[in-house]
């Protein structure tokens, strides 16, 4: 079973930069995949970047592109968000979450371990 705990969410705004954090607790799972779903109120949940754990291997969905970037830390074992440039439509709550797999999820539906959410304010 795999557990996470997103940190880092805040206020900040236009144009300025936030890191947030999902610390991963993976038990016996060895191929999973994390990412990075926001969900803003009254709309649906949005894929934002996934990296696949064992691989390294990283995608980004059209809101991230240019402007944000998934890594993992292997000291920390997290899996951090850099976001640059933020928008007022970056609002959101953003879930760190997790899914068994070789390689990405891309799919929010597909994923089964959720984190909290951390709430991501952008402020004009």
């Known amino acids: 079973q795999v557990q996470l705990e997103e940190s880092g969410g805040g206020l900040v705004q236009v144009g300025g930069s936030l890191r947030l954090s999902c610390a991963v607790s993976r038990g016996h799972v060895s191929s999973f995949a994390v990412g990075w779903i926001r969900q803003a109120p009254g709309k649906e949940r949005e894929f934002v970047a996934a990296?696949?754990?064992?691989?390294?291997?990283?995608v980004y969905g059209e809101p991230a592109k240019g402007r944000f970037t998934i890594s993992r830390d292997d000291a920390k074992n997290t899996v951090d968000l850099q976001m640059n440039n933020l928008k007022l439509e970056d609002s959101a709550v953003y879930y760190c979450?997790?899914?068994?797999?070789?390689?990405?999820?891309?799919?929010?539906?597909?994923?089964?371990?959720w984190g909290q959410g951390t709430q991501v304010t952008v402020s004009s």
């Open positions: 990296v696949a754990w064992s691989t390294r291997t990283n």
């Open positions: 979450a997790a899914q068994e797999s070789f390689g990405t999820v891309t799919e929010p539906s597909d994923y089964i371990y």
